[in-house]
């Protein structure tokens, strides 16, 4: 009986070869996973669903290359940013059902500047997920 250590490496492995001699399947899970970002903020299931989206493309992409990615340092670095964004997307969405429970109590000054932040992780996730696609 295999151990599950040994058959996630199989299955990567599996997955890498098939990543890799298929340039349309690379190209159609890197399109999924920036396609998460278009969604925009029509309504909290919509950005889930993108985040989701995302979240599944991006551990197809790790796993077709699971060694280069688990060592890397940007790769962890992203990690860290995306954990980032999930806690502040948090925030807003608390800020933002507290500014509608009362308009008044300048609750909207906390949506702004989560929204700020929650952009600046966006684009910092971006930056180093391309910077890591060319370091690998």
Do not use: Q
Request: no cysteine; proline share 1%; net charge positive.
């Amino acid at each position: 009986m295999r151990t599950a250590s040994a058959l996630l490496a199989s299955t990567a492995a599996t997955w890498a070869s098939y990543y890799s001699a298929h340039p349309f399947v690379a190209l159609a899970v890197r399109w999924l996973h920036l396609s998460g970002l278009v969604g925009g903020a029509a309504s909290h299931r919509v950005v889930v669903t993108g985040l989701v989206v995302m979240a599944l493309s991006g551990a197809l992409m790790a796993a077709a290359d699971i060694e280069t990615f688990l060592g890397s340092k940007l790769y962890w670095t992203k990690m860290g940013l995306v954990a980032l964004l999930a806690l502040n997307g948090a925030g807003v969405y608390r800020s933002g059902r507290r500014a509608l429970r009362d308009p008044s109590g300048g609750g909207w000054t906390w949506v702004r500047f989560t929204s700020t932040v929650s952009l600046v992780l966006w684009l910092l996730i971006v930056f180093v997920g391309l910077w890591l696609r060319e370091a690998a």
